[in-house]
């Protein structure tokens, strides 16, 4: 599960994801640029299932997964990866074809997620579950956020978009605010904060992903190892 946060820059955008996961899966491998069908993307990777949940490309596409998950939510016996959509999408050059691209898949194999692009001052919210895939697109003028927890998304989410309201939109630095939310932790709630803890789970990377004009740059922290990684894309 993850906590994604998009502020608008000059030119572009910053983008920063945590990451929650189980205590007991292995740690992700630090990005990598690799090849795709027709450019370069630059992502972590899961061991387990070998997708991501956040990358971007040389032509500043990002994309970054959330899991939906609802407070009795069952899943099914083995279903397919939804961090293998992730990468497909960063072979797109623009989130026009990335809509396109997306509108192809068969979401119905997959438990029910959401697909955050940014390209730039552009965001795009793709939106699957098992009978339909609906799409938002606009333009990005202030700070959004977008959050999910295996706990149960309406569970987490108004606390931690309270949060956001008051550090990130109350405040006089979007940027500052967004750097704070992402590290902050309640004493008393470990396990809603956007910097999460509980017994089985814990906030496990940040990613943080700047796009203008001029250069695309990524930077990731595990949280769980002393590694802190800065690749600029290829």
């Known amino acids: 599960m993850c906590t994604v946060s998009i502020v608008p820059v000059f ?6 994801c945590n990451r929650d996961e189980r205590r007991t899966r292995a740690a992700a491998h630090p990005p990598r640029v690799l090849p795709t069908e027709v450019s370069w993307a630059t992502y ?10 956040i990358g971007v490309n040389d032509d500043g596409l990002v994309a970054a997964l959330l899991n939906r998950t ?3 939510n069952q899943s ?8 293998s959509i992730v990468p497909a999408l960063l072979s797109c050059a ?5 809509m396109n691209l997306y509108d192809t898949l068969d979401v119905s194999r997959f438990e029910p997620f959401r697909i955050v692009l940014a390209h730039r ?3 795009a919210v793709l939106t699957g579950n098992r009978t339909n895939h609906p799409a938002e697109l606009f333009r990005l003028v202030r700070p959004v956020m977008f959050t999910s927890s295996s706990l149960g998304d309406a569970i987490v989410e ?9 550090l990130v939109l109350g405040g006089d630095d979007w940027l500052h605010g967004q750097f704070q939310f992402h590290r902050h932790r309640w004493a008393k709630r470990p396990e809603v904060s956007v910097h999460m803890s509980r017994q089985g789970a814990a906030t496990v990377s ?3 992903i700047d796009v203008t004009s001029k250069n695309v740059d990524l930077q990731y922290e595990s949280l769980v190892a002393p590694a802190s990684i800065r690749r600029p894309a290829a």
Do not use: K, Y
């Open 158 to 166: 108004p606390p931690r978009r309270r949060l956001f309201e008051q």
């Open 206 to 208: 940040r990613t943080t």
């Open 76 to 83: 099914r016996v083995s279903p397919p990866s939804r961090g």
């Open 94 to 98: 623009s989130i026009a074809q990335a």
């Open 70 to 72: 609802g407070t009795q």
């Open 121 to 123: 001052s552009i965001v």
């Open 44 to 53: 972590p990777r899961d061991p387990e299932s070998g997708g991501t949940w």
């Open 11 to 16: 030119h572009g955008c910053r983008v920063v």
